[in-house]
């Protein structure tokens, strides 16, 4: 039996030509995995203990991915099936540890986006979705790559003014020069909102992405010059590790 997510259109499926689809296990959870950035896990629930198992028990060549998908309403614990966003991102499983107590220690890294276009409830005990894999498309080419100096200068004088009014002192990495890493990149570094992170991660291409990176970015500077203190260390994290 399935479940249809809502505000998910109709896969285009094989019949007209669309993206194939495969099934991938979900890991509903309270926050917004990006393609290339690490995120570690600790798994306590017994259906997800379940869902590393399986994982664990595939051939060691073949691999090892699920897909996490942010929580719009409900929680991440208990009985109730939580209401998810439509679209999410593979995170493919590069550590894990058994705890004496039978919990899991995991290290993934984010994948490739896709978009659910159907839930299996029944399987498992854990979600199966039918998922079609979205492309990361540079979009508008020549305006992606003249966009990427513009965004790299915002963020580092972003941080900066971070360091001066000691709101929050950040180490950012290397910033890459490919823009579609820098636009995710940005994402976790400086968006705290699950609901304004997702619109990043679907975002249609890394040009769409880093536009709308740099009006938010000239936004918190311009916040930033009329306060003299920072009270939320929310404004921004140390970014993930990227891949």
């Known amino acids: 039996m399935t479940d249809e997510p809502t505000g998910t ?33 600790q798994i306590f629930e017994p259906r997800y203990r379940e869902l590393v198992g399986d994982l664990l028990d595939l051939p060691e060549d ?9 929580i719009r309403h409900g ?24 705890l004496p107590d039978g919990r899991y220690s995991l290290m993934t890294v984010g994948e490739r986006r896709f978009t659910i276009r ?9 979600l199966i979705g039918e998922v079609a894999y979205l492309a990361d498309e540079a979009g508008d080419a020549e305006a ?24 929050l002192e950040i180490r950012l990495p290397d910033l890459p020069d490919e823009p579609a890493a820098l636009s995710y ?17 679907e975002a249609p291409d890394a040009a769409s992405r880093l536009r709308a990176e740099q009006a938010m970015l000239r936004r918190e500077l311009a916040l930033l010059t009329t306060i003299t203190t920072v009270s939320s260390p929310g404004l921004a994290r140390i970014p993930p590790s990227l891949n």
């Not at 259109?9 to 995995?33: I, K």
């Open 75 to 98: 929680r991440e614990v208990g009985p109730q099936r939580p209401e998810l966003y439509d679209v999410g991102c593979a995170a493919v499983l590069r550590r894990a540890q058994r």
């Open 62 to 70: 073949t691999p090892r991915a699920f897909g996490v998908v942010a």
């Open 144 to 167: 992606a790559v003249a966009l990427v100096p513009a965004v790299q200068g915002l963020l580092r004088e972003y941080t900066a003014r971070l360091a001066e009014k000691k709101a």
């Open 9 to 41: 259109d109709e896969a285009p499926g094989d019949q007209d030509g669309g993206p194939a689809t495969e099934r991938l296990a979900l890991f509903p959870l309270g926050t917004v995995l990006l393609p290339g950035l690490l995120l570690p896990l």
């Open 118 to 126: 159907s839930v299996d409830v029944e399987s498992r005990p854990y």
């Open 185 to 201: 990149l940005v994402a976790a570094a400086v968006v705290p909102d699950i609901a304004h992170r997702q619109e990043l991660l």
